[in-house]
């Protein structure tokens, strides 16, 4: 089969490679790249563990085609956190409130979370909810996982997290 010559810019870095037509990209994303925090839980859109920022928008990696990010920019989990190592909000935000358990949702929750707080800054509960409505956590701590939005969403915007009343 004829391969393409991809190129894209992901987390900052210019990359390209030679994919298959057919080949997703997530698996360019993992397999090429090996960058294998962006995890593959289904490969049917339906849990969200492969989501990636694209351009701007959160995109389930599985669900499109490598070809299709020509050009585009792209941001995994290993491009979350600052240059020099310091955890963005998001990733402080989930260690401390365990947004977490066996993690395998993460890397998808924190990189869809990013999206949210940049199109919501300030989002309620039922916003947070809503917004990761695309992503399942098999591990059902969806209760962690939203306080630990709602504490990165506070650090982000100087102010102290209070935790809601239950
Ligand atoms: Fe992409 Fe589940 S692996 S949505
Ligand atoms: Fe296990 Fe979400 S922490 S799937």
Do not use: W
């Amino acid at each position: 089969m004829s391969k393409h010559h991809l190129q894209l810019r992901i987390n900052g870095r210019d990359v390209e490679g030679l994919v298959e037509p057919r080949t997703l990209l997530v698996h360019f994303i993992r397999e090429t790249l090996g960058l294998t925090g962006t995890h593959i839980g289904c490969d049917t859109s339906h849990c969200g563990a492969c989501t990636v920022d694209l351009d701007g928008k959160s995109v389930k990696s599985c669900t499109i085609f490598a070809v299709q990010a020509e050009g585009a920019e792209v941001t995994t989990i290993e491009g979350i956190a600052a240059p020099d190592g310091t955890l963005h909000a998001l990733q402080e935000g989930f260690r401390a409130m365990h947004g977490l358990q066996c993690g395998y949702c993460t890397p998808g929750m924190i990189v869809r979370a990013y999206r949210l707080l940049q199109e919501n800054p300030n989002p309620t509960e039922a916003e947070i909810r809503y917004g990761i409505a695309g992503n399942l956590c098999r591990c059902t701590g969806y209760q962690n996982i939203v306080r630990s939005i709602q504490y990165a969403a506070a650090k982000l915007n100087g102010v102290p997290y209070v935790e809601a009343a239950e």
